[in-house]
Each structure stands twice: as C-alpha cells, then as structure tokens.
T-cell receptor, first 114, second 111 residues
Framework: DAGVIQSPRHEVTEMGQEVTLRCKPI?????LFWYRQTMMRGLELLIY????????DSGMPEDRFSAKMPNASFSTLKIQPSEPRDSAVYFC????????????FGQGTRLTVV | GQQVMQIPQYQHVQEGEDFTTYCNSS?????IQWYKQRPGGHPVFLIQ?????EVKKQKRLTFQFGEAKKNSSLHITATQTTDVGTYFC???????????FGKGTKLSVIP
C-alpha cells in the first residue's frame, strides 16, 4: 500500500477563495483523522470519521471548515472562504479498528492563504 | 478531548548526550503513543504503551508508562544527529476514540 495520500502537497491561495484538501486513507482502515499543525497551536485534531461517518467535529474552528467522507477511500476538507489565519500544514491520518492502534499520517498539505 | 502536557518544549543537546521528554495528564489514560516528526516531515509512529508501569525499548530509545497511567517518558541514550526532530506523545482517554497530541518536544543535536 502506498500509505495515506494527500493532495495537493502545497497550496497557495488568495483570501476569500475556496480551498479543498484531499485524502486517500490506507485501504482497510476504518478511522480517518484530519489534523492542523501550526507553530503556535501544534497538532490539533479537527475532525475524525469512523466507517465514513463523522464522529467528532468539535475541533473544526468555525463554519468555514467542512469535511466529508463520501466513501471509504476518499475524504475532503474544505475551507470556504479561506483566511490568512488558516495558513498551516493539514495532515490526514488513518488507522485500523480501534483507538489502540497507530495512526498513519499522510505527507500533509501546506496551505498558504495570502 | 483528552488534555496532555508535554515538556520541555525545546531541548538542545550535544551529540552523545542523553535526552528525555515527558508527557503528563491529569486523568488516567487508556494508552499512550509516541511519534517522531522530522523537520519538514509528517509524524511517524514509534510505539504504544498500554499497561501500567510498562517499559519498552527500541535500540537507544526507552519508553515508560507511569504506574498510575497518567504520565509517560521517552529517553534517548547517546543522541545522534539522526535523532533530530520533534517528539510527540498522543493520548486517548478511557472510552474515547480521539487521538490528542501533546505540543511536542523539539530536539536539536549539536554535532
């Protein structure tokens, strides 16, 4: 398996534009997590899914953020409209079965909003 | 979600010196995981601790889980330049499926 695949690797966009980040989890994994990493706040859990169903989105900063998982092999994180403070590295991670297993991270998407 | 405090935030060591990072929680943890993130990279799983008082070793790395399952440590013996990166603990509380990360300890190794 190629691991967790995220796209794009880098995204530069203007304030107010819509941004969509994509993630393909490892096949067979039933948990998918979206994290945001910044110098100030570290790694923050935004939302996670179990079997394609959003379980906890309490980490989503505001209504401008939304995440979907239409099937077991694809998830998106959308920001609309984007703001400069959204600039960060966004990681997708997946894991198998329960919480007691390691999370496999994708390479991340570095988002810059100017 | 579960809260966890990780210290120190930064550590600079001379190559060959030892290094330790600590992770502390105010509540009992069901398990704790440790990850390493190289500069410009993504977090990579190192190990998971589940049992009270558990000690695991990976070459020069020693991981401990406290008896009360509220704290953990990662110790590196005789650091090398390849150890450079940020070390994170990640926790999930009893009955919780959220994996919450500490702020991490950034390790710099001076050759």
């Amino acid at each position: 398996d190629a691991g967790v695949i995220q796209s794009p690797r880098h995204e530069v966009t203007e304030m107010g534009q819509e941004v969509t980040l994509r993630c393909k989890p490892i096949s067979g994994h039933d948990y998918l997590f979206w994290y945001r990493q910044t110098m100030m706040r570290g790694l923050e859990l935004l939302i996670y899914f179990n079997n394609n169903v959003p379980i906890d989105d309490s980490g989503m900063p505001e209504d401008r953020f939304s995440a979907k998982m239409p099937n077991a092999s694809f998830s998106t994180l959308k920001i609309q409209p984007s703001e400069p403070r959204d600039s960060a590295v966004y990681f997708c991670a997946s894991s198998f079965l329960e919480m007691n297993t390691e999370a496999f991270f994708g390479q991340g998407t570095r988002l810059t909003v100017v | 979600g579960q809260q966890v405090m990780q210290i120190p935030q930064y550590q600079h060591v001379q190559e060959g010196e030892d290094f330790t990072t600590y992770c502390n929680s105010s509540t009992t943890l069901s398990n704790i995981q440790w990850y390493k993130q190289r500069p410009g990279g993504h977090p990579v799983f190192l190990i998971q601790l589940v049992k009270s008082g558990e000690v695991k070793k990976q070459k020069r790395l020693t991981f401990q889980f406290g008896e009360a399952k509220k704290n953990s440590s990662l110790h590196i013996t005789a650091t090398q330049t390849t150890d450079v990166g940020t070390y994170f603990c990640a926790v999930s509380g009893a009955g919780s499926y959220q994996l919450t990360f500490g702020k991490g300890t950034k390790l710099s190794v001076i050759p």
